[in-house]
């Protein structure tokens, strides 16, 4: 296990660039999550200001 | 009109890509999380050890798939820019500015697991090989047509100038690609080549080809997960956007 984690002396270079590749596609992955959240917020948020104003004018 | 053109044609109306894609989103996800993590598998553990680099050659499995996505997203992305710059059709439009990101997050990754492939290797993180400096170009290109998409107020007049760059663009690509050949580099030349036999046993080379395909269903999956959004936003003033809001809220 020890020697899996070591490679042969190249451990610090493998596993980092491992970790840049997991974390950089996971921090990409997690974008459109966010933006999609702040879109549907806005969104609602533009229907319910319409709706008010509406009521307020009738 | 022949059903496969019919088809071609509902695809490119934004409420119903966005069901059909919201529906292959997760087979999509699966596939590519699958496919890393048997490639990585394959890559870390199954290998042999290379008889040169040891066990530093094994940052192949994500050094060379993410350069080989930094070119295919961006042949995908001007493509794209091309449909959006003739026909005009708003999805290519999404899709173009979606790859963009994605993209550059590849064409980073290349960069970075390469400069940490080359200090043990070269003793050095970086030099200005001809492979090196283009596909430094290529993320400079990444960066400037995501630069100009958020500089313009208009939406879609801002796809379509971010479009007409990432055409110009294209021509780094075969400097990219041939850079080994053309130049004497010290970046080695290609080792899997889809010509003729490739330069690496069998056994280091089924990980490399099984993490190619699972980061392309990543790229599919991403890019699709993006346009449902961009689309989204883009058409928030329509009723197929607002009641998707709304459903939202209930559940």
Redesign the interface.
Known sequence: MSE?VS?????G??W???A??LV??A???A???L??RR??R???G??RRARKSNEENT | MNPLVLWFHKLGSPPYFYRFAGRLLPWFWGAALAGLAIGLYGGLVLAPADYQQSDAFRIIYVHVPSAWMSLFIYAFMAVNGFIALVWRIKLSETLAMAAAPIGAAFTFICLATGSIWGKPMWGTWWTWDARLTSELVLLFLYLGVLGLHQAIEDRRQAARAAAFLALIGIVNLPIVHFSVNWWNTLHQGDTVKLFGPSLIDSRMLWPLLVMAVATKFLFAASLLSRARVDLLELESGKDWARQIALAEERA
């Open positions: 899996f490679m042969g002396g190249y451990g270079y493998v980092s660039a491992i840049i590749f950089t596609l921090l990409e992955a974008a459109p999550l933006k999609r879109v549907l806005e969104l609602r533009r229907l």
